[in-house]
């Protein structure tokens, strides 16, 4: 800390409000009484998201423009209130006082930020009232304190461009891996003979799992992977890790798929597509389709399943839930044309797919990079060290 500031807990110069829930019974609707906030869930950027909760009970209130800190799990991060407001128990609300210039508070709390977070409670993390009144708030002299903040607002709004810049390139990234799909594909079509998946299959269908109810625990913790659709998801084109797994109970009432199955999802997250690289079960949430080698690859059908998936997700869409069938398979057609000229594709949709995944994570590192860069910044600013 720079020579001359005085440091003090900051219940000392701010004041720090607990939140307290309201019973049960006092939740109202839209509009009627003061929005309630409960914890971290309805934090943006900066200042709260609108309300979904209000109630006539306001047991702690907090006032527009008081900084609201998440006081369980995750704790630490903070918002400000644009309204008066009804605070639970996952928050708590600090009310400067006229010691501070406007927005000083603010960033010393994201200064601490990481310092809260290590805090741990008995059954979560948590922080309790006591400990945010005992936060060391540097207290330089007015004038420093706005200088101090003028550098950190032009600092900030800076990071802020640049972290768009790089989140909007990233949303690029999924556009232009499409197209360079939909380009090979449409090509394709044009020049290939059209077919069905069963056409070029040895074994197509939905999975099994006829035990009701799904769930029993008898089934589970044995050596037989069970896939399921957020698995699907969460693959990177190949399947290599799993949350669940059959034992030889579950088996009997499954199936287990060979590796090197195209699995295409129909339900939650519908066609989504990735390829077993080792035997699994799933569930007839889940297609499988094991390529004949004479007529296709699992790489090239993994490739045209993404080709047609936007189409096939607004064909599922429903009132309750997105969902598509096997007919829907049983009946679309796909250009599939000789082993070799897949083969060709393919080569040269992985190219697509590593240059884009490596720019991804480039820019994912980038982002890292800011946050760093960010905490760096405010830990220099109350040290005294920005010039």
């Known amino acids: 800390m720079k020579d001359g500031w005085e440091v003090r807990p ?4 701010a ?30 950027d900066r200042f709260l998201s609108p309300p979904t909760v209000w109630t006539t009970e306001v047991t702690k209130r907090a006032e527009r423009g008081d900084i609201l800190m998440s006081v369980r799990a995750p704790v630490g ?11 639970g128990r996952g928050l708590a609300a600090i009310r400067a006082n006229g010691a501070f210039v406007d927005d000083f508070l603010w960033y010393r709390l994201l200064a601490l930020q990481p310092e809260i977070a290590g805090t741990d409670g008995a059954v979560f993390a948590s922080i309790n009232r006591r400990q945010v009144a005992a936060l060391p708030i540097p207290l330089p002299p007015l004038e420093e304190q706005r200088r101090i ?21 990233l949303a690029d990234a999924g556009g232009l891996r499409t197209k360079a799909i939909a380009a090979v594909f449409e090509d394709l079509e044009e020049a290939s003979p059209s077919l069905l998946l069963k056409d070029v299959a040895l074994d197509f269908g939905r999975g099994k799992s006829k035990h009701r109810p799904r769930n029993d625990p008898r089934l589970y913790g044995g050596d037989y992977p069970f896939i399921q659709t957020g698995d699907v998801r969460a693959a990177d084109r190949y399947l290599r890790a799993h949350s669940q797994s059959y034992n030889e109970l579950g ?8 590796e090197g199955t195209v699995c295409v999802t129909i339900a939650a997250n519908i066609a989504e597509t990735a390829t077993l690289t080792y035997p699994a079960c799933f569930p007839d949430s889940v297609i499988g389709i094991v390529p004949r080698e004479d007529a296709a690859t699992a790489e090239y059908i993994e490739y045209v399943l993404q080709y047609a998936r936007v189409r096939l997700q607004a064909r599922g869409r429903g009132a309750a839930q997105d969902n598509i069938n096997l007919k829907t398979f049983e009946t679309e057609y796909f250009p599939f044309p000789s082993v070799a000229d897949q083969e060709s594709a393919v080569r040269q949709l992985d190219e697509v797919h590593d240059r884009i995944g490596q720019f991804v994570e480039e820019g994912q590192e980038q982002l890292a990079d800011l946050d760093t860069l960010r905490q760096s910044l405010l830990a220099r600013a109350f040290r005294g060290e920005l010039t």
Request: charged share 20%; proline share 8%.
């Open 15 to 44: 004041e720090v409000i607990a939140g307290q829930s309201p019973p049960g019974t006092a939740y109202n609707e839209a509009g009627k009484g003061l929005p309630f906030y409960q914890g971290k869930k309805n934090f943006s």
């Open 251 to 258: 088996l009997t009432q499954s199936k287990l798929w060979p």
């Open 77 to 87: 991060p903070i918002n400000e209130a644009v309204e008066p407001i009804c605070i």
């Open 149 to 169: 903040v003028a550098v950190l607002d032009e600092a900030f709004e800076g990071l802020a461009r640049t972290h768009a810049n790089i989140e909007a390139n």
């Open 10 to 13: 900051l219940g000392e110069v």
